[in-house]
């Protein structure tokens, strides 16, 4: 039997696990097949340090139940964690029940880790101390990116956590990761001295400069450097530029022919697009891709995405409820649309309801006075302005909804003529 040899670059990384998976599950490899390794590159802690990830589909919908596990198993000290995962995945992609031993080890797996995590917060130092702490621990690395975000809003004051694997440093306004102190150029001495300096020094101290975060995740100048479509979508898997890539299920990149001239661009994903990883999947997107047909055009010749790219939504019994993204979270996201219209040049883009016209347009909008007429764009493309479909969805009564379902698809057909013409 072939098997398939995955590097991960860290025992946290999340995100290349998640891409790898993807890819595998979509080209139907068996968990049997696949060895999945750990080996740190040489640049890991270098400004400079890059990576490609596999871009690929998501083949499976994951019930809440099982997808609030997923993050504590991976950051457990479990080495078969990688493919228990995997073959949870494996068996929701065949839509088969997950059994329930299988649940169970994940369960089990998860409680361990969650306990350890609060033992790392309960070794934090205090945070009315103003004076830098040192902490050590025998934690394994993974759960120590998982919390770094965590216990820099624990312990606002400055501190340093020494592990094993991995040091992670907070300075009072931004946190590093560096080398474990089992790496022969981590003196604990001068890490402890050089950390205390930096409280006095600032970001200018040559040693903190020297000490960089692990780069996992991408910052502006990484989506804005991003040459493709598949370079964008691998980086957008692990996004974290604002606080709604925590209670989401995943990032929902934009899909459709990436040769399109012609760009439809939403407000963000629903319920339905942020289990299945694929933007307008849900009833206002099924409502749209009706509209778009009548109006003579085809989803599969136009590209489909969002202004903003993750779900938010607040939590009600068992139901999520969507919340409209501030201005910030609009914001935060801008580099990745701004990337995905920069990269495929779209000759028209179609914006649908305010937030994605705000997006777009970097202003405020009013969609009714807006509407329904072309608007140069800095490119020298044009845009053109009209409602979001789930505004149709939410009409009263059945003549409105005939009444503004027509003018919908009026907007959209002249789109399409902008394009032909």
Not at 35 to 56: C, E, G, H, M
Not at 158 to 183: I, K, S
Not at 275 to 290: E, I, K, S, T, Y
Not at 380 to 394: D, N, Q
Request: with cysteine.
């Amino acid at each position: 039997m072939n098997r398939e040899t995955v590097v991960l670059s860290t025992t946290s990384d999340f995100s290349g696990w998640r891409a790898w998976s993807r890819k595998l599950l979509h080209e139907r490899v068996p968990a049997e097949s696949i060895r999945w390794i750990i080996k740190t590159p040489a640049d890991l802690y270098a400004s400079s340090a890059t990576r490609v990830l596999p871009d690929a589909p998501s083949t499976t919908s994951v019930p809440r139940s099982l997808a609030t596990l997923f993050p504590a198993v991976f950051v457990s000290e479990a080495p078969e964690r990688f493919q228990l995962l995997y073959i949870t995945l494996q068996t929701l992609r065949d839509d088969h029940s997950v059994p329930d031993e299988l649940v169970e080890q994940l369960t089990r797996l998860a409680i361990e880790s969650r306990k350890r995590v609060l033992d790392l917060r309960c070794q934090m130092p205090d945070a009315r101390n103003p004076e830098w702490q040192v902490v050590r621990t025998s934690h394994a690395s993974a759960l120590i990116d998982s919390q770094a975000a965590a216990l820099a809003d624990l312990r606002p004051t400055p501190w340093v956590v020494m592990a094993p694997e991995r040091t992670l440093f907070w300075n009072g306004q931004e946190y590093r990761f560096g080398p474990g102190l089992e790496d022969d150029s981590a003196d604990p001495a001068e890490i402890v001295a050089a950390a205390r300096s930096i409280a006095t020094a600032g970001a200018g101290n040559e040693w903190w400069e020297g000490i960089a975060p692990v780069r996992l995740h991408p910052d502006v100048a990484d989506v804005v450097s991003s040459p493709s479509l598949a370079s964008l979508r691998g980086k957008a898997i692990d996004c974290r530029m604002c606080d709604l890539c925590a209670p989401a299920t995943r990032t929902v990149s934009g899909e459709g022919n990436p040769e399109a001239k012609i760009i439809f661009v939403g407000e963000q994903p629903g319920d339905q697009e942020d289990l299945q990883g694929r933007p307008f999947v849900g009833p206002a997107g099924q409502l749209f891709d009706r509209a778009l047909k009548e109006a003579g055009g085809n989803r599969a010749q136009a590209w489909i995405t969002n202004a903003v790219k993750h779900f938010k939504f607040v939590p009600r019994g068992n139901r999520r409820i969507h919340q409209k993204p501030d201005s910030a979270e609009i914001t935060a996201c801008s580099p990745w649309l701004a990337t995905e219209r920069k990269v495929l040049a779209p000759k028209v883009t179609v914006m649908l309801g305010v937030t994605g016209a705000s997006a777009v347009l970097g202003r405020q909008v009013t969609v009714s006075r807006e509407r329904s007429r072309p608007i140069p764009l800095a490119d020298g493309s044009i845009g053109l302005v009209t409602v979001h479909p789930s505004y149709l969805l939410r009409l009263p009564d059945e003549e409105s909804k005939t009444r503004e379902y027509t003018k919908f698809v009026t907007d959209l057909r002249m789109a399409i003529s902008a394009l032909a013409g």
